[in-house]
């Protein structure tokens, strides 16, 4: 009998995971860990949200299998969402589906347009699923750089021009997991124009498509008339309304790829319990007030991640949009590599961080700090890192962190 299973063996051991066991292993010891480690907001849904799940869920007759493409009021608020924030018209039956998280919905569209040996260009770094969603899949992956600059597209002719057989989709995701970085609409336009160009479909995740600090609101590709021909974007409430657990996400665009997901989805799921999905049509629908205030809550926590960490010695940039600060490591102990410094960071700091290998491999180098703990506690933990930086001899300046 073989052990040795074809799609299990295309899975690396999650290097993320390392780190996520010693940070369960410290807590179990009752240690105090800043956990800046996972992108799990520690904020709780509206109020109204919860009470709508509750309401719903006490209706006899609404614990049943539920739709697997989801309730038609879902696909109605999600469409809504797109007319009022980016102006796109979608049809709910033909353009949405809604997810089990965005997460699923990328795996599973992987599932339903990949054969085995096709190229998919994918970020590196970026989100897993990203690639490994197709590696399941079977397929092959090229990588491209996340940053969006020329070199960037240099490297998608490149990679249409040199891999047999040629690449069939590519996927996007800004604002960036793990990089924080952000394209405008001109860069979506080009995309689309490249995408219908080189006959490739383009999956883009709008995961984080309400966390942006800059004042200007994170576009979506479907902006870009046309953009429906070649692309399907992902957006979930995981983040917009700290509902990650719950598991509500969409696929909206391409009716072909809409099409593909929906009937693969059909034969593994009968969609979320019914309340959850009531009670996302409350928070798509419902006042958005919280969506503004949460931004401002995370604008001050990246603003005070910043400035500490940069008291405690270790510079990093601010990001423009997401969850996330994607930190060089500091200089004086790159050598360490970011798994050994996470690690390090997470014993002799009792922070934890995502190291940005976890990523990729042109994740090196960095690694991945959540904005997911109050402001008191990211201070402490500029604290904290400030005295482990000067235990490794680096210089930290004179001045106090936090
Ligand atoms: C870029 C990106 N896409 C998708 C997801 C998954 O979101 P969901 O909870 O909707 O599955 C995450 C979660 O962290 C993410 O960072």
Not at 33 to 60: F, S, T, W, Y
Not at 205 to 216: I, N, R, T
Not at 239 to 267: C, D, E, H, P, Q
């Amino acid at each position: 009998m073989s052990e040795e299973f074809y799609r299990i063996k295309r899975l690396p051991p999650y290097v993320i995971a390392e780190v996520n066991a010693m940070r369960a292993a410290a807590r179990a010891r009752g240690e105090d860990i800043i956990d800046l480690g996972m992108g799990n907001p520690d904020l709780p849904p509206p109020q109204h949200v919860i009470d709508k799940l509750c309401e719903v869920a006490r209706k006899p007759d609404a614990h049943g299998y539920s739709a697997s493409k989801g309730i038609p009021g879902l696909r109605k608020a999600q469409a809504n969402y797109y007319g009022r924030r980016f102006g796109v018209d979608i049809d709910p039956e033909t353009e949405i589906v809604v997810t089990l998280g965005s997460k699923e919905g990328l795996a599973n569209l992987a599932q339903a347009i990949t054969a085995p040996g096709d190229v998919v260009l994918a970020p590196n770094p970026s989100y897993p699923i990203h690639t490994f969603g197709f590696i399941i899949a079977g397929a092959t992956i090229r990588s491209v750089p996340t940053t969006p600059d020329e070199h960037y597209w240099e490297s998608l002719d490149r990679a249409m021009k040199f891999t047999v057989p040629r690449p069939s989709v590519l996927v996007v995701g800004y604002p960036s997991n793990p990089t924080a970085e952000v394209v405008d609409l001109a860069f979506y336009e080009r995309l689309v124009a490249w995408a219908k160009e080189n006959k490739v479909w383009v999956l883009s995740d709008l995961a984080y498509s309400e966390l942006y600090y800059d004042g200007q609101p994170t576009p979506s590709i479907l902006q870009v008339p046309g953009a429906k021909d070649v692309a399907v974007e992902f957006t979930s409430v995981s983040k917009t309304y700290s509902m990650a657990g719950w598991r509500i996400g969409f696929a909206v665009g391409n009716k072909t790829l809409i099409s593909a997901l929906t009937r693969v989805k059909s034969y593994l799921d009968y969609g979320a319990f019914t309340p959850i999905q009531a009670a996302a049509c409350a928070a798509i629908n419902g006042p958005q007030d919280i969506v503004e205030s949460n931004r401002e809550l995370y604008r001050r926590r990246r603003d005070v991640m910043v400035e500490s960490f940069g008291r405690a010695g270790w510079d990093i940039p601010s990001p423009r949009a997401s969850m996330f600060c994607w930190a060089p490591l500091p200089p004086a102990i790159s050598h360490l590599g970011s798994l050994e410094f996470s690690k390090q960071l997470l014993t002799h700091a009792g922070v934890a961080v995502a190291p940005g290998v976890g990523y990729g491999e042109d994740g090196e180098g960095f690694v991945r700090i959540a904005m997911v703990e109050n402001e008191q506690r990211i201070r402490q933990a500029a604290r904290n890192v400030k005295r482990y930086l000067q235990s490794m001899g680096v210089n930290t300046g004179s001045k106090n962190a936090g």
